[in-house]
T-cell receptor, first 113, second 115 residues
């Protein structure tokens, strides 16, 4: 089984809808991250968390919110989706012992019509 | 803020040849890590190679090696004996210290392998 899983893998939604992307990990890592990938722009950090009570904004947090339900679960929400939030979303984990390595989930392709 | 620049949107190489992908970065930190990630069409992010800034020796992983020039803030990836399976997007990435604050990525280089 994969160490970092994301659901759904693909999602099409309409403008104005609320949508939640979920991430679960079995690596036992405290640090979890949400990134967004757009063509030609690489990956950019949205939010990250060190534990259930420690949530931090990344480079592009506007229009997004997150919830860290447990050490293993980190969800990303779009309260009112808009077309320019169409992108590939990645969850990742890391650990102080991993020398900065990030372990990525398979990604969620989100399309907002 | 840290920035990572990949100046080659696309590169093409013949199978079995060697190709070098370029990356420059900007930081005021002294303790950091640099990475190259590969993203094949499956879209999975795969770590190719890591370089610790405090190490003078360039990292090597089989056919993949880096040329780390700390003073010039340059971090290029060399792929030797290119194979069809190397075709992918390659991202250069940076993180300061122990990596707690996440990765800063370049915009990527699309590598094409010509058979």
């Amino acid at each position: 089984d994969a160490d970092v899983t994301q659901t759904p893998r693909n999602r099409i939604t309409k403008t104005g809808k609320r949508i939640m992307l979920e991430c679960s990990q079995t690596k036992g890592h405290d640090r979890m991250y949400w990134y967004r990938q757009d063509p030609g722009l690489g990956l950019r950090l949205i939010y990250y968390s060190f534990d259930v009570k420690d949530i931090n904004k990344g480079e592009i947090s506007d229009g997004y919110s997150v919830s860290r339900q447990a050490q293993a679960k980190f969800s990303l929400s779009l309260e009112s989706a808009i077309p320019n939030q169409t992108a590939l979303y990645f969850c990742a984990t890391s650990d102080p012992s991993s020398r900065g390595d990030a372990f990525f989930g398979p990604g969620t392709r989100l399309t907002v019509l | 803020a840290q920035t990572v620049t990949q100046s080659q949107p696309e590169m093409s190489v013949q199978e079995a040849e060697t190709v070098t992908l370029s990356c420059t970065y900007d930081t005021s930190e002294s303790d950091y890590y640099l990475f190259w990630y590969k993203q094949p069409p499956s879209r999975q992010m795969i770590l190719v190679i890591r370089q610790e800034a405090y190490k003078q020796q360039n990292a090597t992983e089989n056919r993949f090696s880096v040329n780390f020039q700390k003073a010039a803030k340059s971090f290029s990836l060399k792929i030797s004996d290119s194979q069809l399976g190397d075709a992918a997007m390659y991202f250069c990435a940076y993180t300061a210290g122990g990596g707690a604050d996440g990765l800063t990525f370049g915009k990527g280089t699309h590598l094409i392998i010509q058979p």
